[in-house]
């Protein structure tokens, strides 16, 4: 299983950025999925998740209404939406998957993607 997270960079405060997951060797519609986050110094933290059959969203308190995840299952790949960015944002974003299920505790995740550096400058 490979879980790949691209789409970050150096935006301005305000800005917007799109991230994107890729996926393979898994059965991507079964996969209830996940994006986290982990600052410099803090402990990586949950920021939206999205149940493996679509119809359910959960976001973290600070993103929501400026956040959306979705997904595209014919194209195994995962998005975040991050519009109204802040310097706050600034972290490497993670993409996580587990069969089938939902909630997303940081233990319960069975995949990992490496990251990708999102920074936010005011």
């Known amino acids: 299983v490979q879980l790949q997270a691209s789409g970050g960079g150096l935006v301005q405060a305000g800005d917007s950025l799109r991230l994107s997951c890729a996926a393979s060797g898994l059965t991507f519609s079964t996969y209830t999925l996940g994006w986290f986050r982990q600052a410099p110094g803090k402990e990586r933290e949950f920021v939206a998740g999205?149940?493996?059959?679509?119809?359910?969203?959960y976001y973290t308190d600070p993103v929501r209404g400026r956040f959306t995840i979705s997904r595209d299952n014919a194209k195994n790949t995962m998005y975040l939406q991050m519009n109204s960015l802040k310097p706050e944002d600034t972290a490497v974003y993670y993409c996580?998957?587990?069969?089938?299920?939902?909630?997303?505790?940081?233990?319960?995740?069975?995949?990992w993607g490496k990251g990708t550096l999102v920074t936010v400058s005011s």
């Open positions: 996580a998957a587990k069969k089938y299920g939902s909630g997303w505790s940081r233990n319960g995740m069975d995949y």
């Open positions: 999205i149940k493996w059959s679509g119809d359910f969203t």
